[in-house]
Structures are given as C-alpha cells and as structure tokens.
C-alpha cells in the first residue's frame, strides 16, 4: 500500500508532463501535432494518388485481358461455326462450345452467347455461371457498336487464321456490370457474333481488382499507422529535448518569482546556460541572463539605498532624541518661572513643549522601525495575548469611554511566543487607531482564537490586503473588528506603508485627525513580522477587520500565569 500511494504523484505527474506535451496550447503540443498533422495528409495523399495509379494499371491491365479474352472467344466461335456450314450458329448443339472455353482462357472468364433476348450458350472458366434472368436482362440490354468485328467480316466463310493478331477493328468498348448471381461486378465486351442476330459477351471478374486495391489501401494503412506512430514518439522526444533549454528558462524564471523582491538584499538564481546566439532559445537565454543581470543589480542598489536610508533613520532618530530631551526640560522649567509670565509666552512654551513630546514620540518610533529593519531580535518568551487584550481594552475603554467596547476570549489563556512590550504596543495601537477612526457609539470587539480557519472569509463587497506569510502550524489569531465607516478601498494597499495617513473625514474629530504620524501600522507590520507572523484587513461600510495571525506557543510555559484584570 505505501509503495502504490508513493507511486501515484510520480504516475500523476507524467500524466500531467504528457497532456501537456500534447496540448494544443504548449509549443510542443502544437510541434507534436502538427507534425502528425503534417505526416497524416502526406501519407493520405500518397494513398489516393498510388490508390488512383494503381487503379488505373489495374483496369488497364485488366482491359488488355479482356480484349485478348473476346478476341479469342470470337475466334474459337467463327470457327465452330465455320465448321458447321450446315446450320446457323444458335441453331446448332450450344455445348458445342465448351471446347472454346478452355482454350486459352484464364479461370474466371466470362463467356456469354446471345441469340435475340435469349441465352444461347453461357460459361464460367473453372467456375459455375448460374446467370439469373435479371442478368441475362442486363446483358440483352448493353450497347454493341456496329463497328466492332475482331474479323473484320459477318460472314463465318474464311475463318482467320489462329496467328493473327492486329484486328482490323477498333477494341470493343468496356461495360462495368454488376451481375449478382455471378457474386459481383464485371468488365464485359459485347461484340456482333459471326452470324446475324447472335452476340457475344466476354467479361472478366472485377473482384481481382478490388482484391488487389483492398489489399494495397490496407498495407497502406497498417504502413501509415506505423509511420504516425513513430511520428508522435520520435517527434515528443525530439522536441523534448530541443524545448529542454527553454524549460530551464522558465525554470529560473519560476524560481525568480518566488523570491521576495519587494524589499530587502535579494540574491537572484544564476543564468541559464543556453545563451547559443545561433539558436533562438539560446538568444532567448542571452537576453534573460542579461535581464537578470540587471535586475540583480538594480536589487543591489536598492538595498544599499534603504540601508543607508535605514541608518540616517536610525542615527537621526538616535541623534535627535538628546535635543529633544533638552528642548523638553528648558519648556518645562521656563514654564515653573515663579515670576510674572505674558499669556503668550506660556502659551507658546506650552506649545513647544507638547510639540517636543509629540517629536519624541515621533522619533522614538522611527528608531524603533529602523531597529527593527536592522534585524535585531526581540525578546522571545512566553506572552499570554488574552492577558494582553483584556489589558489594552481597557486602556482603550477610559481611553474612549464613548465607544462600546466588546471582548470575546476563550476559556483558556493562548499563549505565544514573542515580545510582550511589543505586542503590547501592537494592539495598543490598533485600538487606538479604531477608537481615532470612528464615531462616538460605534462598537469595537476584540476576539482571540486558537487555531482559526486557513483564510478568512470575506463578504460582499468588502475588500481585502494581506501582508506577510501565512505561519505553518499552530495558529492564533487576534481580530479587531468595528462598525465605522470603513477604509477607503484606495488606501488599503499602502495602508501599512510608512508615514501613510488615513482620510481625516474618517478621524473622530479634526485634531485627532491633524496628529497621526503615520507610523502607527507600519510598526504594527514590522513587529508582527518580526514574530513571523501575518496580517489580514477587510473593509467595506460599516465593518472594518484587522486580524493578526500569529504561531501558537507548542506548549505552555511552566510558569504562573497573571491572572487577568
């Protein structure tokens, strides 16, 4: 059973390799068949045109006989009737005639002598002649050209002599009969007979004509058969392998595309070795290894580009942090001046004070998202994320006690494995940006669960981005989900790019609006990311989801968990 089960992707896949060989979509399923295409008319034609020649030998050969047939025929009867000068010919013993059947005659000949509508004499060489009245109609009925006398003369008196063989008439013309009770179709001759009122009829059998044709159509077609045959499995394998090079093209070009050319340093296959300016796959190949070429090095500056980006970010952010700090203090301590102060001195110390928090908060996420584009680790230790959503929603709750705040959890905490101060920040983040982004009274739920379906379902005419990979195995998922007006379907694909800002008709208010730094998701993608973990956001009218997918811890830690508040 295992062997049979092990054999069944390997049988599949050649079934897959050889319906796609024969494929009138693929290049070789269209070499292949016309190839067979091309061999099936050359041979159908070969077989009408020998089928036709031959035919025409065989008739002509056969005509020839005939002629020699009826020529002998009348002879032997001239002088059977010479001999008899007594008595007219169809008046005389009609078996008289037998000796003149056998003489020179070859089996199957057909002699027939006719006197008025009626049968005189009738033979078969080597065969029985039961001719039917039906066919005896028939032979009464054939034509008989005046002109046609092998001796020349319609008199019996002179008989010619045995030798002679240039008639001094035209050969009589030949009638295609069918005569069914002789089992098929003959080639007849009717001539005059040697005496008035008498005919002759001389025929010869068509079947060794058709015999001969059957048995050459179907040599033909057996031959053919054969031809067609080799024709498709010569022509797979050769076409195989010239299209070998261009599967390896489209090999490394698959391999390409799996790669994650969107950010970060990328290292492209190496090029395919068909690169033969003589051939076209190895032009096709020349040009795809030059296209690689570049690309890779259009990748390499890219990548140098944002790590030097990724660094003026992080030692600007790491530079600006002390004058900030500084620029903080002085605000603050001018503002204790225990003596009199203008309104319009305090209140733009207050001003630069707020606005030099809001820079540092600024600040600090920019160093955050170039340390996390540094790739530095983040702790990983046991997080209980029903801990954490209780946590953050009722932070979110005081936060916007104007909203209705939901909590769906399972009866057991879920663990993963990760940063807690970051996932912490993650789903602050997120219950930030829904409390922001709707209006008083709407109702914003939090559900956590364990091993959720594959994909999420979407409905109707929401609409919907991905950003990361799926993680294999063990999943939980965190979802926020509320009943604002929802995300622009324009805004979705650059929804977790950085410094991107949401419509402010759909913040809450004007000011909250004016105050986003744009930062909020782009962290929220980097540190789930960093937990190897993936984010799905479906949005229509009135329902706006945020699910974050995450691998589920395999086992709980053994230490005591907080219990929630």
Request: include cysteine; proline fraction near 8%; charged fraction near 20%.
């Amino acid at each position: 059973m295992p062997a049979s089960q092990a054999q069944r992707p390997g049988l599949r896949a050649r079934r897959v390799r050889l319906a796609g060989l024969l494929s009138w979509r693929t290049i070789s399923g269209k070499l292949i068949i016309g190839l067979v295409v091309l061999f099936g008319l050359a041979g159908a034609a070969v077989s009408l045109v020998t089928a036709n020649s031959l035919s025409n030998s065989l008739m002509s050969s056969l005509n020839q006989q005939l002629q020699s047939a009826t020529q002998t025929w009348f002879t032997c009867v001239q002088s059977q009737d010479g001999d008899n000068e007594q008595a007219d010919a169809y008046q005389g013993n009609p078996n008289s005639y037998a000796m003149c059947s056998g003489q020179g005659q070859a089996p199957g000949t057909f002699e027939v002598l006719l006197t008025g509508n009626s049968v005189a004499y009738k033979k078969t060489v080597q065969e029985a002649c039961p001719l039917s009245a039906t066919d005896t109609a028939t032979l009464v009925a054939l034509k008989v050209a005046t002109d046609q006398n092998p001796s020349g003369s319609s008199s019996a008196s002179s008989p010619p002599e045995p030798d002679s063989s240039v008639p001094t008439s035209p050969p009589a013309p030949p009638h295609e009969v069918a005569l069914p009770s002789l089992g098929g179709e003959y080639l007849l001759t009717k001539i005059p007979g040697p005496e008035h009122g008498t005919d002759l009829v001389t025929g010869l059998p068509l079947s060794t004509v058709d015999g001969t044709l059957s048995h050459v159509e179907n040599t033909e077609h057996v031959v053919f058969a054969g031809v067609l045959l080799l024709a498709v499995i010569l022509g797979a394998g050769l076409v195989e392998l010239s299209l070998r090079p261009l599967h390896r093209v489209a090999a490394t070009a698959t391999r390409v595309t799996e790669l994650p050319l969107d950010s970060g340093e990328v290292t492209l296959p190496a090029g395919v070795p068909d690169s033969d300016p003589r051939t076209e796959v190895g032009r096709l190949g020349a040009a795809f290894n030059r296209m690689l070429f570049h690309v890779e090095k259009a990748l390499g500056r890219r990548a140098a580009s944002e790590a030097r980006l990724r660094r003026f970010a992080a030692d600007a952010s790491h530079e600006l942090r002390t004058p900030l700090s500084a620029i903080r203090g002085y605000a603050e301590l001018a503002l204790r001046h225990p003596g009199p102060v203008p309104e319009e001195v305090t209140h733009a110390l207050r001003r630069v004070q707020a606005e030099s928090v809001r820079m540092g908060v600024l600040v600090d996420d920019l160093l955050l998202l170039a340390r996390l584009d540094a790739g530095r680790p983040l702790e990983r230790e046991p997080v209980d994320l029903s801990r954490l959503a209780i946590e953050t929603t009722s932070d979110a709750r005081v936060a916007r006690s104007d909203h209705l705040w939901r909590l769906d959890l399972p009866d057991e905490p879920i663990l993963v494995n990760g940063d807690e101060h970051r996932l912490h920040q993650v789903l602050a983040n997120l219950l930030s940006n829904a409390g922001k982004h709707t209006p008083p009274g709407s109702t914003v739920s939090v559900a956590l669960t364990a091993d959720p379906p594959l994909l999420p379902g979407n409905s109707g005419d929401a609409a919907s981005v991905w950003r990361g990979v799926l993680p294999p195995g063990a999943r939980v998922e965190l979802s926020i989900t509320d009943d604002g007006p929802g995300i622009p379907p324009e805004l979705l694909p650059e929804l977790f790019e950085r410094f991107t800002r949401a419509d402010t008709s759909r913040a809450r208010d004007a000011s909250a609006a004016g105050k986003s730094t744009g930062l909020g998701l782009a962290i929220v993608d980097a540190v789930v990311a960093a937990h190897e973990g993936c984010i799905s956001v479906t949005s229509r009218p009135g329902m706006t989801r945020i699910a974050i997918i995450l691998p589920l811890l395999p086992e709980p830690a053994g230490q005591a968990q907080s219990s929630p508040v």
